[in-house]
């Protein structure tokens, strides 16, 4: 059956019937069969949009963000990040690195912004918006920021949404399905996974739930080390 949208002269297309049935696997197994979401070879965003008969309307390249605006400081700034939610411990940098980071940052003349939640460890020498600000106002931090940093998640996609700039790594995700073919987000691990250490375990199995690596280690062995 044909599926239309509240104007009844404005045919909404069904989801691909060929990229189902090819795919189906995939649409059966959810979540489990995410870690090997890279084979459908379309970014998350194009995806999603194909299982909602919203192909033919919009692609990962229209994502946009309306930001409301938040006092800054006066000087350039990094927004930096190093948390991925309940889930994403196996997503983040050391602590000493992230502070590292945020050291060097200062000595070259920024200033560093951390939003966020407020049980995130608190970055050195970030100005600490951690819990202080609204989803519009982190979108506005986000969109002026000279650059953001932090890992692959919610903060990373934003900033593609309200047009910034971003630094990223990526450990147990596809990069396929979520990073973003633009000169201004960068990530500083390997973009495919043949040359990964270790592949993408994401939603691979239990552990997705519990947070574990299904080696028993502490440390994703895709982050980087230096």
Known sequence: SNVYS???NARVPQVSADFVRKNF????RWPWANNVIHQLGKHIVDIRLLSTCLQDYASVADMTLITEKIQLPSTKYVSIHNSAGGVGSLKLLPQ?????????????????IQTGSPSEPLIKNAIDLRGRTSFWQTGYILQNAAMHIGPEGSLYHMAKAVGGR??????VTSPEAFLYNDPNFHCVTPKHTREYKC?????????YFHNKCMLGLETCMNLPTA
């Open 6 to 8: 509240k104007n009844k």
């Open 25 to 28: 696997t995939f649409y059966d």
């Open 96 to 112: 000493e690195t992230i502070d590292a980071i945020s050291d060097y940052l200062w000595v070259k003349g920024y200033s560093v």
């Open 166 to 171: 971003a630094l990223t790594w990526i450990s």
């Open 199 to 207: 592949d993408p375990c994401w939603w691979k199995g239990e552990s």
